[in-house]
């Protein structure tokens, strides 16, 4: 089955630095990546939706100047999380989906972002 | 309002025992409705998807059901296992392409 890497799967920054998410299709093309952000024992929340090649759709709330998405490529979405705080500490997801007819929808294996 | 609404919220069963997770949905129109399994700091793993025309699909042990005129969808999952302690997701799609809408997720606990 298709395959989406997301990396890395942890990282601790220090408040105030900036941590780079890689998402990653690995055998298909995704016409569409996600991002998403998940606190703990709640549902996924989908901060933005990404297409190869146009600007990332932000979801109300979330500051794009904050959340930075690169979709250069039908392969890899990037999430660059900007002078990251304490509060910005969260599990974040990927996900990507592929078009013509089945939309099949494959998620990343998550990071686990901590800021200190 | 959330447009995909999961019960039970969460829910604790012993080891080789069945349980049936729910899915109900206003999600319009609609396109297909998938069930994912998320283990605890994973991303969520695909179990089944159905379209509109489709009432039931299996994969291994879990049984999903789609009832798209009542707009219900249930997870039946056999003889749990200790690994089947997940959180499972519902998720829809419909309306704009590309727009999925989430369930909150039903916690399921296997206990010895």
């Known amino acids: 089955g298709a395959v989406v890497s997301q990396h890395p799967s942890r990282v601790i920054c220090k408040s105030g630095t900036s941590v780079k998410i890689e998402c990653r299709s690995l055998?298909?093309?995704?016409?569409?990546m996600f991002w998403y952000r998940q606190f703990p024992k709640q549902s996924l929340m989908l901060m933005a939706t990404?297409?190869?090649?146009?600007?990332?759709?932000?979801e109300q709330g979330v500051e794009k100047d904050k959340f930075l998405i690169n979709h250069a490529s039908l392969t890899l979405s990037t999430l660059t999380v900007t002078s990251a705080h304490p509060e910005d500490s969260s599990f974040y997801i990927c996900?990507?989906?592929?078009?013509?007819?089945?939309?099949?929808?494959?998620f990343g294996s998550g990071t686990q972002l901590s800021v200190l | 309002k959330n447009q995909v609404e999961q019960s039970p919220q969460s829910l604790i069963i012993l080891e080789g025992k069945n349980c049936t997770l729910q899915?109900?949905?206003?999600?319009?129109?609609?396109?297909?409705l998938r069930w994912y399994k998320q283990d605890t700091g994973r991303g969520p793993v695909s179990l089944t998807i159905m379209t509109f025309s489709e009432n039931t699909k299996s994969n291994g042990r879990y049984t999903a059901t789609l009832d798209a005129d009542t707009k219900q969808s249930s997870l039946h999952i056999t003889a749990s296992q200790l690994s089947d302690s997940a959180s499972y997701i519902c998720v829809v799609s419909g309306g704009s392409w590309g727009k999925f809408q989430f369930g909150a997720g039903t916690q399921v606990v296997v206990t010895p």
């Open positions: 996900s990507a989906s592929v078009a013509r007819g089945n939309e099949k929808l494959f």
């Open positions: 990404s297409n190869e090649g146009s600007k990332a759709t932000y």
């Open positions: 055998d298909f093309q995704a016409t569409t």
């Open positions: 899915c109900n949905y206003t999600v319009s129109p609609f396109s297909n």
